[in-house]
Nanobody, 122 residues
Framework: EVQVVESGGGSVETGGSLSLSCTAS????????MGWYRQAPGTECALVSH???????YYVDAVKGRFTISRDNAKNTVYLSMNNLKSEDTAVYYC????????????????WGQGTQVTVSS
């Protein structure tokens, strides 16, 4: 069974930085694409960024130029470095293996770990 553990969240002021980590087990991490999702109160779970097994990144427009995704296959870990944080980045952040359907018939992007809270205040 695939398991993920997210960490690194916290509370920062607008313009601050945080770095998130997600360690995965139960899968061949080196060949897995990995994604970061987030969910703010009252909103749906949304993809933020993903990285291919080969290290190619993708970002949604809202975080381009501010977030950087990376991975360390030796540690089964994917990272999300977040700079110039804005209040709209406030959410619980989750990671998930991709494509979702290859690993679960029912889990959405925010259903894999306990998530890590990011709070940005002005």
């Amino acid at each position: 069974e695939v398991q993920v553990v997210e960490s690194g969240g916290g509370s920062v002021e607008t313009g601050g930085s945080l770095s998130l980590s997600c360690t995965a087990s139960g899968l061949n991490f080196a060949v897995a694409d990995m994604g970061w999702y987030r969910q703010a109160p009252g909103t749906e779970c949304a993809l933020v960024s993903h990285i291919s097994s080969g290290g190619f990144p993708y970002y949604v427009d809202a975080v381009k130029g501010r977030f950087t995704i990376s991975r360390d296959n030796a540690k089964n870990t994917v990272y999300l470095s977040m700079n110039n944080l804005k209040s709209e980045d406030t959410a619980v952040y989750y990671c998930a293996p991709l494509p979702l359907g290859a690993y679960s018939r029912s889990r959405a992007g925010c259903d894999w770990g306990q998530g890590t809270q990011v709070t940005v205040s002005s």
